[in-house]
T-cell receptor
Framework: DTGVSQDPRHKITKRGQNVTFRCDPI?????LYWYRQTLGQGPEFLTY????????KSRLLSDRFSAERPKGSFSTLEIQRTEQGDSAMYLC??????????????FGPGTRLTVL | AQKITQTQPGMFVQEKEAVTLDCTYD???????LFWYKQPSSGEMIFLIY??????QNATEGRYSLNFQKARKSANLVISASQLGDSAMYFC?????????????FGGGTRLMVKP
């Protein structure tokens, strides 16, 4: 199947360590989004790519966060010097402009990060 | 001000009955889209239904319908004939502007529990 996949599904790290997450969107989708969801809250937008270009970034995306989508396919989200407040579910979504479903963002299963 | 407000943290419904989940929104953009997503305990966000601000009719998708009241800025989700599998978190979200690539802003969610 061809849904959005994310790796790893779970990550436990110690404060101060760097972590990197990967998202593989649905193959023909040119738009890719990262969201963060803390316990009991709705997802919050972090950043958005169209193809390889990063077009929007939230103020939530501090300088410790960096996202890339080098070839317009998969994307990585790196968090440097993790803090306990970074503990959350990191969700990736993709969509395809110009299709009958371009209003819909398809979400992956998420990566749950726990910072000790 | 909150852009998306879901005032019901939790709701109970008897199996086979209908339930309405409330959502109000705030935007000054004349063009916007409203979405409902379901998030079961597994964590994946599942798209349910979409309503565009210029759509003349309320959206329907199977057992889901969206009660769109533009003047009141409300977009309530109605689930008919509730099933046990409907127990989950439900999130209302909005996309502002005409660019379908714009980010989604989510509400805080409503936990729906279906009683047998």
């Amino acid at each position: 199947d061809t849904g959005v996949s994310q790796d790893p599904r779970h990550k436990i790290t110690k404060r101060g360590q760097n972590v990197t997450f990967r998202c593989d969107p649905i193959s023909e989708h040119n738009r890719l989004y990262w969201y963060r969801q803390t316990l009991g809250q709705g997802p919050e937008f972090l950043t958005y790519f169209q193809n390889e270009a990063q077009l929007e970034k939230s103020r939530l995306l501090s300088d410790r966060f960096s996202a890339e989508r080098p070839k317009g396919s998969f994307s990585t989200l790196e968090i440097q010097r993790t803090e306990q407040g970074d503990s959350a579910m990191y969700l990736c979504a993709s969509s395809q402009r110009g299709t009958s479903t371009d209003n819909e963002q398809f979400f992956g299963p998420g990566t749950r990060l726990t910072v000790l | 001000a909150q852009k998306i407000t879901q005032t019901q943290p939790g709701m109970f419904v008897q199996e086979k009955e209908a339930v309405t989940l409330d959502c109000t929104y705030d935007t000054s953009d004349p063009s916007y889209g409203l979405f409902w997503y379901k998030q079961p305990s597994s964590g994946e966000m599942i798209f349910l239904i979409y309503q565009g601000s210029y759509d003349q009719q309320n959206a329907t998708e199977g057992r889901y319908s969206l009660n769109f009241q533009k003047a009141r800025k409300s977009a309530n989700l109605v689930i008919s004939a509730s099933q046990l599998g409907d127990s989950a978190m439900y999130f209302c979200a909005m996309r502002e502007g005409t660019n379908a690539g714009n980010m989604l802003t989510f509400g805080g969610g409503t936990r729906l529990m279906v009683k047998p």
